[in-house]
């Protein structure tokens, strides 16, 4: 009997060497780069931004307005990527990027359907800090989720505090929250990875104005962004 059970541990010992000897061999390229501490890239995306709008309690008493939302504006983005590994499973990883991005506030009138937009077109100097969990490579592939913050600048921000004074007057500074998920797939030269992030604002981007209406129904406004990038690494 313990001839037996001797057997079957060295053969479930033979078979667990061999699949795992085997998904070491099926990872042909993600061997080359395992072993390097840090490493650049590119990134190149498409985003979709808005804002979460807060009314003031001027919106109640306003009589102008009946409905003030937010829509979506398409942008794209441009970024350099440093990473830095921690271990098998973990990177730090900061992304300076070009944002450009249009969001649109649209206002309702009260007794009508007519609307009025205000259009705000920006561009962005992010710099995210971020930290990557990576899952264990199988087939030259790996799966990742990704989370941390950065710090938003609106280089256009002061030509267009400039224009008409019935602009809505936005801060050029923005802190935002950032969660998003992400594959590697590792090719012979560099690493592809489709990623999908989600950016949340944390700091109120309104400059108050009481004197403009448009501006005096609004309380806060928080910019949210949805992104679809592909990053070139190696």
Do not use: W
């Amino acid at each position: 009997m313990n001839c037996l059970r001797l057997f079957g541990f060295l053969l479930l010992g033979f078979f667990l060497t061999t699949e795992m000897q085997a998904q070491t061999l099926q990872n042909y390229n993600f061997n080359q780069f395992q072993n390097r501490p840090y490493y650049f890239g590119i990134s190149l995306g498409y985003n979709s931004s808005n804002f979460k709008i807060s009314h003031s309690t001027d919106f109640i008493k306003n009589d102008s307005y009946r409905l003030t939302e937010a829509i979506n504006g398409p942008g794209f983005e441009i970024g350099v990527i440093g990473n830095l590994k921690f271990g098998d499973y973990f990177d730090f990883r900061m992304v300076p990027t070009f944002v450009f991005t249009e969001r649109t506030i649209q206002y309702t009138a009260v007794n009508s359907d007519d609307t009025h937009t205000e259009r705000l077109e920006s561009v962005f100097v992010e710099i995210p800090f971020l930290l990557r969990f990576k899952s264990h490579p199988y087939k030259d592939k790996r799966f990742y989720v990704i989370a941390g913050v950065k710090y938003n600048y609106d280089l256009q921000n002061n030509s267009r505090t400039r224009q008409a004074e019935n602009i809505i007057q936005i801060s050029p500074h923005d802190y935002q929250a950032v969660a998003g998920f992400g594959m590697q797939i590792f090719l012979p030269y560099f690493i592809l990875s489709p990623q999908i992030t989600f950016s949340h604002g944390l700091s109120n981007s309104l400059i108050i104005n009481k004197s403009l209406e448009e501006a005096s129904v609004l309380e806060k406004i928080l910019s949210r962004t949805i992104s679809f990038s592909i990053l070139f690494e190696g």
